[in-house]
Structures are given as structure tokens and as C-alpha cells.
């Protein structure tokens, strides 16, 4: 009997896990929900039974499936995992309580001080009006808005002023504000496989947030990811494994909710060194397109043990290559993406291992391939090194065509 695996979600970091799978060997059959038209070309996508969290646990439930994958953090927030473990069904993805990780910052500060985790020092505001006073006095600062906010919910400021206004910006009725001290320093993104107890850690990968060339216009879900950076050592990895992820799994599972899934640190790389910024309940996205082409070995029996509480005696082969993964979004992207614009060259284009065209935003229109969202397609490519890896990624990029395309054009530029 192959083993039937559910991917759950609709993006390229689906698309990316499913291909992954798919390499990795015959003994599978793969079914995705939503997925979408680039996914059904590695499995069989099926929409949801209805809306929200349950309708998404019938139509994956009623597959029988031997092992379900979360992509995202909104079902994950929202309970999909624990209804998995109702029915005693493997799942890679944490339960609602360990997903709070993400979806509460104030959540993720106890637990890192609990922890004794390196971050940011903050303060937590339930009022508007000493949450002001306190930003204006801190001068430079970070206000967050608690919650899943898609990205939205962060302002970094210069002064106070502007740290003030940050706070009437995001300020609504019942919510919880954090200010936290303001940190300089790269950004790399450090994911971990975790079955509850141990934690296998994924290359390290660095996301490009912002939308235009040298970090420039407005935030985004991330534009590109190169993997591994080249400040992203084993020592660093090392390093993380021992004063951030193991402390906080450790953490969860002494408070009775263990985290199975993936873990992902953001870390900001300070002259007094690594600080979470904040951790994510899933993999990242576009870093899993870029960690995953890497993976030379089958990537079930890892996803298969996270989730069954039994990571300790895989050990995954890593092409020693360098990914570099490059989003194009749709006109519009991050406001108002336009839809229905038709997508030309994706046929041209000779995909292998080294190099992965993954679907996010498309949708068939008309009979053709078409926009249908914000990010619509990441092409990942793998090169000898991170300037082997962009030309690959580019070039394939040029070849895709359709009307007010973005993508930046410096994805990695800065690794050499
Ligand atoms: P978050 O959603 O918490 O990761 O924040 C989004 C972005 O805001 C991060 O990727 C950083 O670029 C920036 N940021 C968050 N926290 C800090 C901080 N304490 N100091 C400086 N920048 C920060
Ligand atoms: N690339 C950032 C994220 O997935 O949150």
C-alpha cells in the first residue's frame, strides 16, 4: 500500500513540499488541499469540504490519510492539528496551543523569557495611551500589534514621534500592543523539524521582505530567499539549536503543549549576537522553496517521524549547493493584486532537480494559466554557487511573461 500523504495549503511552499515528495520516491500518493493548477501537476488537489479549519479536516480526513502536512499558520492557529490528533491521525504541524508561537507575540515573548531565549527586550501595552508615552519616551523602538497580522502588523521607527504614531497605526479596541527595543543586524531565517521533544535543524535561509531592489518599498510575504547565506555557519546553526530551539520545545513541552512541526526563528544577527525577532509556527515562505530543492534525501520518512515523536535517528542529505529562490508577484502585490492576467512561457521552461517552478497564485482562466493572487509563481534554483544559482533562477524567470509582472532583481546579490 503507498503511503497517502495530505499537504494542506495552496501556495509555492506547498508546491515546494509536494514536489519534494514527489522526487522522493514512488511508494506515495499525494493529495493536496487546495493546492492549485501548478500543484496538480505533483498531485491530486481537492477543495475543502467548507469553510474554515473544519471543512478543510473532512476533506482531509476523508482521503484516510497515513500522514497530513500543514503549510500554513492560519489553519494551524486554528486548530487543524488538534482535530488531526482527535482522529488519531499523524500530523506534522503543531496543535493550536503550541501554534500560539506565531499567532500571539506576547504568547512568544513568555515563552522565550521562560526560556531564557536571547530577544529583544519589550513591554506589553493593553491601552493606547501608555503605550503612546512609553513609545515616545523610547525614542527608536519596534511597536508590534499581537496577533496574526500577515506581515502588516509591525512598525519599526526612528524617534519617538514616529514610534507615538506607530502606536495610534496599530492600535485597535481589545488589542494588545508590544514595544520592543530596536535591534541592527541581518536577518536569517533558522527552521527546525520538532517531533515535541528533539529538533533536527533545516539549512539556514535568508528571506528578502521588502518589495523593490535594496530593500526598498513596502513589506511583503518575502520576494526571495537564498539558502544558505553565507553568514548562516553550522556554528550559527549550532549555536541557535542550543539557545533558542531546543530552550523553547523544551518549554512547550514542560507546559503540556508540545510543538511538533516546524519551528522557525527569525533572528536578527546583533554585535552581541543572535536575537529571536519572532518565531513562526511553520516553514517559511519563499525559505522552504529554497531549503527544499536542497534536499537530496526522501523527505516522508523525516515529516513522517516529526510527526510521529521519533526525529532522533534521521539525518537528511543536503546538496552542498547554494538555492536561490525568486518570487514574481502580480501587478498591484502587496496592495490590491490584479487578477486574470494571462501567464506565457511556463511550458519552455526545462524544470529538473536544480531548478523548480512552483505555483502560488495561479489560477486556470479561460483554459490558460493566469494571475490569481499576490505572489503567483517562485522559480528555485540551485547553482555552485549563490551567482551560479541566480543566473539559473533568473534566467528561468525572464522566460516567464505575463502584464505587470514584479520580481526584484537582487535576490542574493549580496552573497557574492
Ligand atoms: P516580525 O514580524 O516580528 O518578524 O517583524 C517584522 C520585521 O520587523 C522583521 O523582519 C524585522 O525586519 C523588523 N523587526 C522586528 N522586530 C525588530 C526589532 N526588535 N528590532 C529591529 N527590527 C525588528
Ligand atoms: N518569509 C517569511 C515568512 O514565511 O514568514
Redesign the pocket.
Known amino acids: 500500500m503507498p503511503t497517502k500523504v495530505v499537504v494542506i495549503g495552496g501556495g509555492a511552499r506547498e508546491h515546494a513540499l509536494v514536489r519534494a515528495l514527489r522526487l522522493g520516491g514512488t511508494d506515495r500518493e499525494l493529495v493536496c488541499i487546495p493546492g492549485n493548477p501548478g500543484i496538480a501537476r505533483d498531485a491530486r488537489c481537492l477543495q475543502p469540504e467548507g469553510p474554515g479549519v473544519e471543512g478543510l479536516a473532512a476533506a482531509a480526513l476523508a482521503e484516510r490519510p497515513d500522514l497530513v502536512i500543514v503549510g500554513p499558520e492560519a489553519p494551524l492557529a486554528d486548530g487543524l492539528a488538534d482535530r488531526m490528533a482527535q482522529a488519531r491521525v499523524p500530523c506534522f504541524g503543531p496543535v493550536a496551543a503550541a501554534a500560539r508561537i506565531e499567532a500571539s507575540?506576547a504568547f512568544a515573548k513568555e515563552i522565550m523569557l521562560a526560556a531564557g531565549v536571547p530577544t529583544?527586550a519589550a513591554a506589553l501595552f493593553e491601552d493606547a495611551a501608555p503605550a503612546r508615552d512609553y513609545a515616545r519616551a523610547q525614542g527608536a523602538c519596534?511597536v508590534?500589534l499581537d496577533g496574526l497580522a500577515a506581515?502588516k502588523?509591525?512598525i519599526?521607527a526612528d524617534d519617538g514621534a514616529q514610534a507615538a504614531r506607530a502606536v495610534d497605526e496599530l492600535w485597535r479596541p481589545g488589542a494588545k500592543l508590544l514595544i520592543?527595543?530596536?535591534?541592527?543586524g541581518p536577518?536569517i531565517s533558522i527552521i527546525a523539524l520538532c517531533d515535541g521533544a528533539s529538533v533536527l535543524p533545516l539549512p539556514p535561509a535568508r528571506d528578502h521582505?521588502r518589495l523593490l531592489d535594496g530593500d526598498q518599498g513596502p513589506?511583503t510575504g518575502g520576494m526571495g530567499a537564498v539558502c544558505p547565506p553565507r553568514d548562516g555557519t553550522p556554528a550559527l546553526v549550532a549555536e541557535t539549536v542550543r539557545a533558542v530551539l531546543l530552550p523553547t520545545v523544551r518549554e512547550l513541552a514542560r507546559r503540556g503543549t508540545p510543538f511538533v512541526g516546524a519551528l522557525y526563528a527569525?533572528l536578527?544577527l546583533t554585535p552581541r549576537g543572535p536575537r529571536v525577532?519572532?518565531f513562526n509556527c511553520r516553514l517559511g515562505d519563499p525559505e522552504a522553496q529554497a531549503i527544499l530543492i536542497k534536499l537530496r534525501s526522501d523527505p516522508l520518512p523525516l515529516f513522517l517521524a516529526a510527526a510521529q515523536g521519533r526525529l532522533g535517528g534521521e539525518q537528511p542529505v543536503w546538496d552542498p549547493r547554494t538555492a536561490v529562490a525568486v518570487v514574481l508577484a502580480a501587478h498591484g502585490y502587496p496592495g490590491t493584486p490584479r487578477p486574470h492576467d494571462a501567464i506565457d512561457g511556463l511550458d519552455d521552461i526545462a524544470e529538473g532537480e536544480d531548478l523548480w517552478v512552483l505555483h502560488a497564485g495561479t489560477s486556470l482562466h479561460q483554459g490558460k494559466i493566469a494571475t490569481a493572487g499576490g505572489r503567483i509563481l517562485t522559480v528555485a534554483a540551485l547553482g555552485a554557487n549563490a551567482a551560479q544559482a541566480r543566473e539559473r533562477a533568473y534566467g528561468a524567470a525572464a522566460r516567464i511573461r505575463f502584464a505587470g509582472k514584479q520580481l526584484r532583481s537582487d535576490i542574493a546579490a549580496a552573497e557574492g
Open positions: 507575540k529583544a519596534v508590534k506581515g502588523g509591525v519599526v520592543e527595543e530596536r535591534l541592527e536577518e521582505k513589506n527569525g536578527m525577532l519572532e
